[in-house]
């Protein structure tokens, strides 16, 4: 028995997300019914997060148990079913990934003041910075899908590349 269709709060490897203590779920594949399973969760280090030990159910969902996961970290969750015959199937993996915590940006705008029965030009913003050792980044960008993302002048992310863009099945 393998469990399929993993989801974390209903959404298929979310990222972005404030939620710290999520509702896993996932669909069962093989056997006849599930009677117990394993949960283990690490960081995208591979520190463990959580391991919930051999639980005994058929229930298809279970309540994190570990700690809160802190904000920007990358949790990898893996869970295995037993099935009426008290057989361990194989290891599924998913994912998500907490948001940034505490907001510290701010909001960048034109230089008028707004009037709402004014029509305006489209707002063009570039923002260029120099870094190095750089090993992990994640850009939150927003503009009701009317932006181009570049990093070195090469186009970063896909044609919706916004931080709620989770892929469908």
């Avoid at 599930?34 to 005994?56: K, N």
């Avoid at 960048?108 to 870094?131: E, H, L, N, Q």
Wanted: net charge positive.
């Amino acid at each position: 028995m393998r469990a399929i269709r993993l989801r974390t709060e209903h959404l298929r490897d979310p990222i972005g997300v404030d939620f710290t203590a999520p509702r896993l779920f996932w669909n069962c594949e093989g056997g006849k019914r599930q009677t117990a399973y394993q949960i283990t969760a690490a960081d995208d280090t591979g520190q463990q997060l959580w391991d919930s030990g051999w639980v005994e159910s058929a229930s298809m969902r279970a309540q994190w148990g570990g700690p809160a996961v802190a904000p920007g970290t990358k949790a990898v969750w893996s869970v295995r079913l037993w099935d009426e015959t008290g057989t361990a199937g194989d290891w599924a993996q998913a994912s998500f990934e907490t948001g940034i915590g505490s907001w510290r940006a701010q909001w960048i705008t034109g230089s008028y003041k707004v009037r709402k029965s004014r029509r305006y030009p489209v707002d063009c913003f570039r923002k260029a910075f120099a870094a190095q050792d750089i090993r992990k980044a994640r850009l939150y960008i927003t503009a009701c899908g009317l932006y181009e993302a570049r990093l070195n002048g090469k186009r970063v992310g896909g044609l919706h590349s916004c931080p709620w863009d989770y892929r469908l099945p």
